[in-house]
């Protein structure tokens, strides 16, 4: 598609090829008087994930095996009819593609390093709690008789 705010950036120099982004155009739903009965402003769009050149092959399949709960055929779909114009839906359908797959094709986060909670900390927490249970017992009413 010509003129669109250029190249929807996954990661990195990686960035959705428009030849392989399919759309497709209906009419949104909801209230909008004549002018939503005439116009196709809802946006479908379509990349096949599984046959992609354009990702590296490691971010493809972790992106497979994280968005498989969304994947028809490996193909995942994205909807956009928050606006009224379907340029603005076009947009925001690509946006939001793009930000999917650059979250589906994260690194895993590093794993937690186990640490001991230093032997002080831990003994100014029950110090504190008996401090506490301390005050709470002072106020109980079995003295004041």
């Keep these: 598609m010509v003129g669109m705010s250029g190249p929807h950036l996954i990661r990195g120099s990686v960035s959705l090829p428009e030849a392989e982004l399919m759309w497709r155009f209906s009419r949104s739903s909801g209230p909008g008087?004549?002018?939503?009965?005439?116009?196709?402003?809802?946006?479908?769009?379509?990349?096949?994930?599984?046959?992609?050149?354009?990702?590296?092959?490691?971010?493809?399949?972790?992106?497979?095996?994280?968005?498989?709960?969304?994947?028809?055929?490996?193909?995942?779909?994205?909807?956009?009819?928050?606006?009224?114009?379907?340029?603005?839906?076009?947009?925001?359908?690509?946006v939001r593609l793009a930000a999917l797959l650059a979250e589906a094709t994260a690194p895993p986060p590093k794993p937690r390093r186990p640490t001991r909670i230093p032997r002080g900390i831990n003994e100014r927490r029950l110090r504190e709690k008996k401090q506490r249970s301390q005050t709470k017992r002072g106020r109980s009413g079995r003295d004041w008789g």
Excluded at 43 to 68: G, H, I, N
Aim: glycine share 4%; net charge positive.
């Design 33 to 94: 008087g004549q002018h939503v009965n005439t116009t196709d402003s809802q946006v479908e769009l379509r990349f096949d994930l599984a046959r992609t050149e354009a990702l590296p092959e490691v971010w493809k399949e972790r992106a497979l095996q994280r968005l498989s709960g969304r994947l028809v055929d490996g193909v995942v779909t994205v909807r956009a009819s928050e606006h009224r114009s379907q340029w603005r839906n076009r947009e925001a359908a690509a």
